[in-house]
């Protein structure tokens, strides 16, 4: 049938000319942007999919700037602490220095207290300018904020809160109940005092040992004040008790001892001892939240995923204690969701020497005029010194663990992920070019030969006037 008012040919044309056109623009947009899909209709589900991964993209980038902010907390508060380590150092070769009366002039004693009393003054000075972002590090303010409960806080002479989980709610109770109180070593004698002839006897400890030499005729208490005499030298003391003599190491738990054993002794001699083996003292039992506690003598710690803390007891209590921790730490947001499995939560102490210290004193008892001064108590002092140095080399430590072990390997798995999700998104979302470049090449022609086809059938219609002729 030869019409002249409906061009079929030509609508035809026109159809799979537009969309050719429009295949011709699909794939030039996608070649100038890279993307495969530009707007929600070129891939709805494929849409919904990437705009997912950008998110979750978005995230862990955040999480790793957050990580590697950590890192750079914890540097900036190691750095200063290495300082303070140097200057604890130097405190305890002075004190150490002045202990030697003897050799030492009273003149130089008082210029080692003037160079303590200068470091003290310096430790403080660290204590308030280590800052990041104008965020002090070492004066207290990361350290976790705990009260006890019940008025338990009397069986504690030392309290350290290294890491803590506070969930939502912000705070957590913590319950230590202590089923066994450590003790001491013990060994005792059970005849022969007073001396019925002489003897020779080696009384070892933790801190040492000592060779004791008695003649016939001496009493408990002339071995008891020998004993104590050297009792910081050996670890061991001695009472007496029915009138023997009891030795007693001067520390408590497992890593105390004493071990005493008779040299010689005269023929008439009837010393005799409760045990010729070495005796050991037995730690603290005890659980912290249903956790079986690690005992070290009165010395308590635990470290789980929630919770990493350390106390000392009162000597010999077996009170129970009870504490609230209700904020403070540093909480940093290590992954791409904000819950608390991953977050961290650190605390550092600080160290300042009016909080400073532990079971043995505070370290502001080292300046002039103090308990501890070198004219005062030289033992004292480096008892102090030499816990101080123990708390701030294990903080260092925990930081240093810290950072290697949470923050490097939370940036290194972060990364990894954020490889996978980018690969993953790009798969969805960015354009192939080969086939783009194809898609393209095919559409040019299809658009070229459809014109042609077009402007063919747009002339069929004049055919007709040939037949009126």
Same mark, same amino acid.
């Given at each position: 049938?030869?019409?002249?008012?409906?061009?079929?040919?030509?609508?035809?044309?026109?159809?799979?000319?537009?969309?050719?056109?429009?295949?011709?623009?699909?794939?030039?947009?996608?070649?100038?942007?890279?993307? =495969?899909?530009?707007?929600?209709?070129?891939?709805?589900?494929?849409? @919904? /999919?990437?705009?997912?991964?950008?998110?979750?993209?978005?995230?862990?980038?955040?999480?790793?700037?957050?990580?590697?902010?950590?890192?750079?907390?914890?540097?900036?508060?190691?750095?200063?602490?290495?300082?303070?380590?140097?200057?604890?150092?130097?405190?305890?070769?002075?004190?150490? *220095?002045? !202990?030697?009366?003897?050799?030492?002039?009273?003149?130089?004693?008082?210029?080692?207290?003037?160079?303590?009393?200068?470091?003290?003054?310096?430790?403080?000075?660290?204590?308030?300018?280590?800052?990041?972002?104008?965020?002090?590090?070492?004066?207290?303010?990361?350290?976790?904020?705990?009260? +006890?409960?019940?008025?338990?806080?009397?069986?504690?002479?030392?309290?350290?809160?290294?890491?803590?989980?506070?969930?939502?709610?912000?705070?957590?109770?913590?319950?230590?109940?202590?089923?066994?109180? /450590?003790?001491?070593?013990?060994?005792?004698?059970?005849?022969?005092?007073?001396?019925?002839?002489?003897?020779?006897?080696?009384?070892?400890?933790?801190?040492?040992? *000592?060779?004791?030499?008695?003649?016939?005729?001496?009493?408990?208490?002339? @071995?008891?004040?020998?004993?104590?005499?050297?009792?910081? /030298?050996?670890?061991?003391?001695?009472?007496?008790?029915?009138?023997?003599?009891?030795?007693?190491?001067?520390?408590?738990?497992?890593?105390?001892?004493?071990?005493? *054993?008779?040299?010689?002794?005269?023929?008439?001699?009837? +010393?005799?001892?409760?045990?010729?083996?070495?005796?050991?003292?037995?730690?603290?039992?005890?659980?912290?939240?249903?956790?079986?506690?690690?005992?070290?003598?009165?010395?308590?710690?635990?470290?789980?995923?929630? &919770?990493?803390?350390?106390?000392?007891?009162?000597?010999?209590?077996? !009170?129970?204690?009870?504490?609230?921790?209700?904020?403070?730490?540093?909480?940093?947001?290590?992954?791409?969701?904000?819950?608390?499995?991953?977050?961290?939560?650190?605390?550092?102490?600080?160290?300042?020497?009016?909080? &400073?210290?532990?079971?043995?004193?505070?370290?502001?008892?080292?300046?002039?005029?103090?308990?501890?001064?070198?004219d005062t108590d030289t033992r004292k002092a480096e008892n102090i010194v030499n816990e101080?140095?123990?708390?701030?080399?294990?903080? =260092?430590?925990?930081?240093?663990?810290?950072?290697?072990?949470?923050?490097?390997?939370?940036?290194?798995?972060?990364?990894?992920?954020?490889?996978? &999700?980018?690969?993953?998104?790009?798969?969805?979302?960015?354009?192939?070019?080969?086939?783009?470049?194809?898609?393209?090449?095919?559409?040019?022609?299809?658009?070229?030969?459809?014109?042609?086809?077009?402007?063919?059938?747009?002339?069929?219609?004049?055919?007709?006037?040939?037949?009126?002729?």
């Open positions: 049938m030869t019409r002249i008012n409906t061009n079929v040919s030509s609508l035809v044309a026109q159809n799979t000319l537009n969309r050719s056109n429009t295949d011709l623009q699909t794939a030039l947009t996608r070649l100038s942007t890279g993307l =495969r899909i530009n707007s929600g209709r070129d891939d709805p589900a494929g849409l @919904i /999919a990437s705009e997912t991964l950008r998110s979750d993209i978005g995230a862990v980038r955040s999480a790793i700037t957050n990580t590697q902010r950590a890192n750079q907390v914890i540097g900036t508060a190691d750095s200063a602490l290495g300082q303070v380590s140097s200057l604890l150092n130097d405190i305890r070769g002075l004190v150490t *220095e002045a !202990a030697n009366q003897g050799g030492v002039s009273p003149e130089q004693i008082k210029a080692n207290q003037t160079q303590i009393d200068s470091s003290l003054d310096a430790l403080n000075r660290i204590s308030q300018t280590t800052s990041f972002q104008g965020r002090r590090l070492l004066d207290g303010n990361l350290d976790f904020v705990s009260s +006890f409960t019940g008025g338990t806080g009397g069986n504690v002479s030392d309290l350290v809160i290294n890491q803590a989980n506070l969930g939502a709610a912000g705070s957590v109770s913590v319950n230590v109940a202590v089923t066994t109180a /450590a003790t001491k070593a013990t060994n005792a004698t059970t005849a022969g005092v007073p001396l019925t002839d002489n003897l020779v006897l080696q009384l070892s400890g933790a801190s040492g040992a *000592e060779v004791f030499t008695f003649q016939s005729g001496a009493t408990a208490a002339n @071995i008891a004040d020998a004993v104590n005499l050297v009792q910081d /030298a050996t670890g061991v003391s001695a009472t007496v008790n029915g009138g023997n003599v009891q030795f007693d190491s001067t520390a408590y738990g497992s890593s105390a001892f004493v071990d005493a *054993e008779v040299i010689s002794e005269g023929s008439a001699g009837t +010393f005799a001892l409760t045990s010729a083996s070495r005796r050991f003292g037995t730690d603290v039992v005890a659980t912290v939240n249903g956790t079986t506690a690690n005992g070290d003598g009165n010395k308590l710690s635990i470290s789980t995923a929630t &919770l990493d803390t350390q106390l000392t007891l009162t000597a010999g209590s077996t !009170a129970d204690v009870a504490f609230d921790i209700t904020g403070g730490g540093a909480l940093f947001q290590l992954g791409p969701d904000v819950v608390t499995n991953q977050q961290a939560r650190i605390g550092i102490q600080s160290v300042n020497t009016a909080t &400073l210290g532990g079971v043995n004193g505070r370290l502001f008892e080292l300046r002039s005029g103090e308990s501890a001064a070198l101080v140095i123990t708390k701030v080399t294990n903080l =260092r430590g925990r930081l240093g663990a810290f950072q290697k072990a949470t923050l490097d390997s939370n940036v290194a798995t972060l990364n990894d992920t954020l490889v996978n &999700l980018t690969d993953a998104e790009s798969q969805i979302r960015n354009a192939d070019f080969a086939a783009e470049t194809a898609n393209l090449t095919r559409a040019q022609i299809l658009v070229q030969s459809g014109t042609k086809v077009l402007s063919i059938a747009n002339s069929n219609p004049q055919n007709v006037l040939s037949l009126l002729r």
